[in-house]
């Protein structure tokens, strides 16, 4: 098991969410399939996150089953020591109670048998939907069996509901325990991307022919180094114009003396995911032209930041972003004023778009792109309607999420430079972006990717040799 967290602590969460199922509920937790890669070999596996926040279990083929009275229940895979020489350690269902603080623990042999049981004389089963393919057919076919039994006097659950609806809140805000992971996990990729910076420089230095898979590597050595288990979502490592591509992954491409690198990459660390996109001349000297456009998305993260607080929106961030960089679309001549307009021309008209087409951030968790609502809960239901100018169609808004401490989401502005018509030759090919991860505190936001300097002269000095 990968967790530095107290048992007691996944007990509790159980419990909050036992508190909400109703006291003749039931609530089904498939923990992540194995999935095959091609013949003998199938893809490191990897817990489901519901699973894994509510047990800090690794193992694949298990489930957890809570009721509303509180009790716990865990399938898992039973001791068997001919498998354990070839797949390794199993838990096992006897141990499995003391190690993870269950009430009761079976043999992940004995669930079709056991689940009808657990399910007669519910009300309510819960689960998350969506999520696991063949889930609701499962839960089906356990329902038909207790359905069966009605007449001799059982009772069949009569709603299913949706898990993910109270999980995702409670996910949502990072206890004291998932901040400091995820400080830890920033800590590690922080260093990898300073490592690849630094790598770039110097393989350039000595003349050698650097692919993007070399700068590749040198985070994934800093990432199992610092004790990751694997990186939170494919890195991307992309050299030159492949920075405009924006879903690009490490490839083989060269990195050229005089071009940006942009990587986004970030390590998992016990289950919890980091996320950095730096931005950095290859050889350690930024051009006049880069470092316009790096300073003007630097300072739109900066002004990303200090919108980041509690009470205010989640797209307040992203409104603050892309007021300034919008102003310095035109003042680059990014944009020509006299087609575009004025600043609020801009905005309103998304003139920005071709250079700006993403959000500025997400919540960030377990999942890269981390579960919970951005719609304010209390507020779901309020539509605002306005007329696109650009489309004519009817946009809704919906009023966006308001911050609370103990949130955690990224921060990444960019700017993606095609060449187009009235495009100043200068910035053809630039992409950059900027991505830190922040934690809302009482405050403000606290940045835990700073680790890695975000600064033009801070990143050239760190190349330097
Ligand atoms: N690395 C994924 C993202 O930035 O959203
Ligand atoms: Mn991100
Ligand atoms: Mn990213």
Redesign the pocket.
Known sequence: MNTTVPTSVYAQRRARMAAQLGANGIALIPTAPERQRNRDSDFLFRHDSYFYYLTGFTEPNAWLVVTGDGRSTLFCQPKDLEREIWDGYRLGPEAAVGALGVDAAFSIGELDQQLPRLLENRDTVWFPFATHQGLEQRVAGWLNQVRARVRYGALCPEQQRDLCAVLDEMRLVKDAHEQDIMRRAAAISARAHVRAMQASARMLREGRDVREYHLDAELMHEFRMGGSQYPA?SS?VAAGPNACVLHYRADVAPVRPGELVLI?A?CELDGYAS?I?RTFPADGRFTGAQRALYDLVLASQEAAVAATKPGARFTDPHEAAVKVLAQGMLDVKLLDANKVGTLDDVIEKRAYFPFYMHRTG?WLGMD??DCGSYVEPGEVGQVSERKDPLSGETIKNRPSRILQPGMVL?I?PGIYVRPGEGVPEQFHHIGIRI?DDAIVTPQGCELITRGVPVKADEIEALMRP
């Open positions: 979502y991307i986004d970030g996320d996109t997400h890269v792109h990224t990444e991505e």
